[in-house]
């Protein structure tokens, strides 16, 4: 018994006296704030202001406050569909080019107090502010630089005026976790009646540095938003991705807001000299504003989808655009479709199949049990697998106990530490031999895989090459099941009809009799020809579960092929009358 006690004591003291040196850190690394807003990946994005009642996306500045007057405005109820889908704050559009404020700034006329709703006694954004508080979502605020409405714009004047703003936004409305600042700015405007083009020079004017300064001194948790960050940097698209090789670091002295050379931003530099990371920034319908002409054109589920593996899963933040309507709510069928797209990426990362299974590393820091490759699947993105300096290639072999079926794999740099990994592979055993099933670039704070199911006992990732020794906080591995979308249609000139599905291994059906469609009806293989007036029902079957997706239903007119030419009558006009 008192030898057990001995190596008990023994094994602890060792254990409690492991001397292996940490990693040191690799410049750029995040700050404090930055690691923050990683945390957060997925908060929505609100594009609400004058545009929505004259249904356009860039205001002249020259319109009436008494155009703002929105029937149910309901910031709790953005908050609530935020909240649900697992946002993690929202972004207000507190003031866009046209100049109107959300706020009573007291700087400007051009605002919600001289406008119809509440009697001019309205605060857009006190009232949001006031619903993230109550939903625990995080507050961030647009101001826009350009200003089409002021009088004054281009000239000192201006510049106090808009740090005049941002002062007053930055300091009425409690803790603000970004500050948006667009680079679009300079052009034609009424610029108080003027209307004419006014152009800056996007580099200087804003005297970026002091006016920064600003929101450093109200706001030091805030991270700021633009080409140029400083803390967070446009992706370089407004179509919902990040590049597959993407740097959260960036040569950021080379930009500004609004500078032509953005699309580096997309994948930022290897080489870069401070930490920026990308921020997707896209509109859940076509436009920023609400126009009733999109209503049908919200995206599909397949396409939300991809934007979140080509934005959370390629190591950049998913912020997502509401059009608020003219009642002042999200409608409903943006809710709609938000909400399925959560459901799918909840099933698709439900069960982490990597979760403590035995895992071996080729090499280990220091041979230490605090870097060894079980902590990469300890669910704590605090610790992680490690090697030595100077060792940049090593792999993870991950043994599942028996054969398991998956087709996502997730996996996390430390980056407190900055990022290291150039690149890596992931290989699954299969018939004696390794398979390599995908070979790929950059991690940084997350990056996803998607692939066709593939069935083994034992895959094994590979860092191939990184800046300095990787630092691997996370290896998880996933079995999404397949996704259920209703099949796409398309008709032809010469009126055969194609369906598609949104996954492989499915099956689709259809009937053109207008019965409901099921696994039992007519299959997809090539597309049939619908000349006549028909209804054309679809489903989307999914074998292996025996699922099936909604029905898709499209009723086709006669086909263009069948439409006769009538000789005009000579006697008549075009408009028919003799
Ligand atoms: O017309 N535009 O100004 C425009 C068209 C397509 C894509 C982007 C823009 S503006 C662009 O917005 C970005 C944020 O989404 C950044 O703020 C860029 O600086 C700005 O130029």
Known sequence: ??????????????????????????????????????????????????????????????????????????????????????????????????????????????????????????????????????????????????????????????????????????????????????????????????????????????????????????????????????????????????????????????????????????????????????????????????????????????????????????????????????????HERDVEQLMKMVEVIRNDLETDLARSVAVEADQVRGGSRTYAGPKAVDGNPETYWATDDGVLTASLTLDFGKEITFNRFLAREYIPLGQRVREFSIEVWLDGNWKEISRQTTIGSKRILRFDNVSSRKLRFTVLDARACPLISTVEVYHAPKLLEPPTMHRDKQGYVSLEAHDSGLEIYYTTDGSAPSESSEQFVESFPVKAKEEVRAIVYDPASGASSEVNSVSYDVCKDLWKVIEPDPRKDFTGQA
């Not at 254990?15 to 807003?37: F, G, H, I, N, Y």
């Not at 509440?118 to 625990?136: F, R």
């Not at 034609?188 to 006014?198: F, L, V």
């Not at 396409?303 to 509401?322: C, E, K, M, T, W």
């Open 1 to 330: 018994m008192r030898s057990l006690v001995v190596l008990f004591v023994g094994i602890s003291f060792v254990l409690s006296c492991d001397r292996t040196a940490p990693p040191e850190a690799l410049d750029p690394v995040p700050e404090a704030r930055q690691l923050k807003w990683h945390d957060l990946e997925f908060y929505a994005f609100v594009h609400f202001n004058m545009n929505t009642f004259t249904d356009m996306e860039w205001g002249t500045g020259g319109e009436s406050p008494d155009l703002f007057n929105p029937t149910e405005l309901d910031c709790r109820q953005w908050a609530r569909v935020a909240k649900e889908a697992g946002m993690k704050g929202i972004i207000l559009t507190a003031k866009h080019h046209d100049g109107f404020c959300l706020w009573p700034s007291a700087f400007t006329e051009h605002s919600v107090k001289n406008a119809p709703w509440k009697n001019g006694e309205g605060d857009v954004v006190q009232e949001l502010a006031d619903a993230c508080e109550e939903y625990g979502l995080k507050l961030g605020l647009y101001l826009s630089p350009w200003d089409r409405n002021h009088a004054d714009y281009g000239t000192d004047v201006y510049l106090e005026y808009f740090r005049n703003q941002l002062t007053e936004l930055m300091t009425n409305y409690g803790e603000i976790f970004e500050v948006w600042f667009d680079g679009a700015n300079g052009g034609t405007g009424w610029y108080g009646g003027a209307n004419e083009e006014r152009r800056v020079d996007r580099k200087t004017y804003y005297d970026w540095p002091n006016t920064r300064q600003i929101v450093r001194d109200l706001q030091p948790d805030a991270v700021m938003f633009s080409d140029a960050g400083p803390g967070v940097r446009w992706v370089g698209n407004e179509a919902g991705w990040a590049g597959e090789t993407n740097w959260s670091m960036l040569r950021r002295d080379e930009f500004y807001p609004g500078s032509p050379n953005y699309k580096d931003l997309t994948s930022g530099h290897e080489d870069g000299t401070h930490w920026v990371p990308a921020e997707v920034d896209v509109s859940i319908r076509p436009g920023w504003y609400y126009h009733r002409s999109e209503d049908h054109k919200v995206k599909s589920v397949k396409q939300l989808v991809d934007i979140y593996y080509h934005s959370i899963g390629r190591n950049a933040s998913f912020l997502l655009n509401f059009p608020v309507d003219q009642r002042g709510l999200i």
